[in-house]
């Protein structure tokens, strides 16, 4: 059996009790990863009872640099020290221009020579917002296209365009006219084919919606979409599906969003995750790591598009100035050290050792990711299988796994569909080192737990 999480004496059982009791119950990693954190430095945290972990979360990808990195406390200090203004609305700053100014030449230059940007309130879900505000005063139409899997936010809006029913069941009256299409998902293929006729599949699909004049749906306002699907489970899109993607709404007149929340700053091994496809969005939505750690949510977008009108879209925080500083601090340097590129090396370093685990053990079914997002889908290894002929997921293993790499000091999270998916989002900054101790702790917990099973299967 596994052990109790926090045990009677530890410190961090106060905190833990406390939160429990003041806080909602909507709040879920606690759940998860009980856990009350005393310093964070790198990719380590320590708790009160002085135990450190490894931190493979790092604020759902915020932390790029990891926690309290050296460039990013300085630009905070110093941003303090000059005595900026901290929050600003959307009054503009030195400090706010040289932000703006790395942001746009770290794009493509032929986006970011066409381009506006537009500072939204703080998290990713009200640019995703914004996005969708814009795109619909731009077209003059109302409907939208999302994706199975796909995870844009938890605000009304947001949560209307993503594909997670657990949290859409209590609640009525979702924005209307969102149109849902296939993912190409090559394990668990929607058409239960996979590979390239899968993806082909999806975007046939797509374009007999728009061009059948009985398809019953409108032409939309957006197509908006993930080109690795994050809460889903890490699902990397196929380059040829989203070229074909960007042909078709180009086409077709509908304005691509992309939404580079989790994937955007060098999580994929690019800079941004759309640069593997060689396409340009219509709209981009930025958010999580742009701020360096603190809160921020920009949109960039085409010129062309940018006909709302003045105050359109505000929120009282979108001028926060030591996020900008942060950011830009934090932007400087994963350019300068190439960290996109290494984080492709580490990725690939990371998915061999467990694409060697998978070998050894058939409740892994499939490693999967870009760069380091990378999700480990867990199944039942006794052959059953869905009515599509996939094996069944194991979230009950997926969770055990987690808690038992919790125990041993290393924090992951779980998602994707059925929450079977264990997830690794480490820091950027994160050495070779580092990944061989992921990657020991991890393959140390499935080991043993598989044999538990195993075991208790065999008598």
Not at 183 to 206: A, D, K, M, N, V
Request: hydrophobic fraction near 40%; charged fraction near 20%; proline fraction near 6%.
């Amino acid at each position: 059996m596994l052990q109790p999480l926090v045990n009677e004496s530890s410190q961090n059982l106060p905190l833990l009790e406390t939160q429990a009791n003041r806080e909602s119950n909507a709040r879920s990693y606690p759940r998860r990863l009980p856990l009350a954190i005393q310093k964070a430095e790198g990719i380590h945290v320590t708790d009160m009872d002085g135990k450190v972990f490894i931190d493979c979360l790092a604020g759902a990808g915020t932390l790029a640099l990891g926690h309290n990195h050296p460039v990013v406390v300085e630009a905070i200090r110093t941003t303090l020290d000059q005595q900026v203004p901290l929050h600003t609305l959307d009054l503009t700053t030195p400090v706010k221009d040289a932000f703006i100014e790395e942001l746009f030449s770290s794009l493509p230059s032929s986006f970011a020579d066409d381009a506006r940007v537009h500072f939204c309130g703080p998290s990713g879900a009200d640019g995703i917002e914004a996005a969708l505000k814009l795109a619909k005063t731009a077209t003059g139409r109302s409907g939208v296209f999302s994706f199975h899997g796909g995870y844009h936010g938890s605000t009304h809006a947001t949560m209307s365009l993503s594909g997670t029913l657990h949290q859409k069941g209590a609640i009525h009256g979702l924005i209307p006219d969102v149109h849902f299409l296939p993912y190409p998902y090559t394990y668990r293929c929607p058409f239960g084919i996979g590979g390239e006729q899968g993806h082909q599949l999806s975007t046939r699909y797509l374009e007999s919606i728009l061009h059948d004049p009985e398809s019953g749906i409108l032409p939309p306002a957006a197509l908006i979409l993930e080109v690795v699907q994050g809460e889903g489970g890490a699902i990397p899109a196929p380059v040829e599906w989203l070229r074909e993607i960007r042909r078709i709404t180009a086409e077709a007149n509908i304005p691509l969003i992309i939404d580079e929340v989790q994937t955007g700053f060098g999580r994929t091994g690019k800079l941004f995750a759309f640069e593997h496809a060689g396409i340009e969005p219509d709209i981009l939505v930025l958010s999580k790591a742009i701020g360096g750690s603190l809160p921020l949510s920009v949109l960039v977008y085409r010129k062309k598009y940018d006909q709302w009108q003045p105050g359109a879209h505000i929120g009282t925080f979108r001028g926060n100035q030591l996020a900008m500083a942060a950011g830009l601090a934090s932007l400087r340097y994963i350019k300068s050290e190439n960290l996109a590129e290494q984080a492709l090396h580490k990725g690939q370093q990371l998915q061999t050792k467990l694409n060697e685990l998978k070998q050894q053990c058939g409740e892994i079914g499939d490693v999967r990711g870009q760069g380091l997002m990378i999700g480990v889908e867990i199944v039942h290894s006794d052959g059953e299988t869905d009515r599509l002929g996939n094996p069944l997921a194991n979230p009950d293993l997926a969770s055990r796994i987690q808690r038992r790499c919790f125990q041993k000091g290393l924090i992951l999270e779980v998602g994707g569909r059925h929450s079977s998916v264990v997830r690794f989002l480490p820091p950027l900054t994160v050495t070779k080192e580092e990944i061989e101790q992921i990657s020991d702790i991890f393959s140390a917990a499935v080991r043993e737990l598989c044999l538990t099973q195993e075991i208790s299967a065999a008598g």
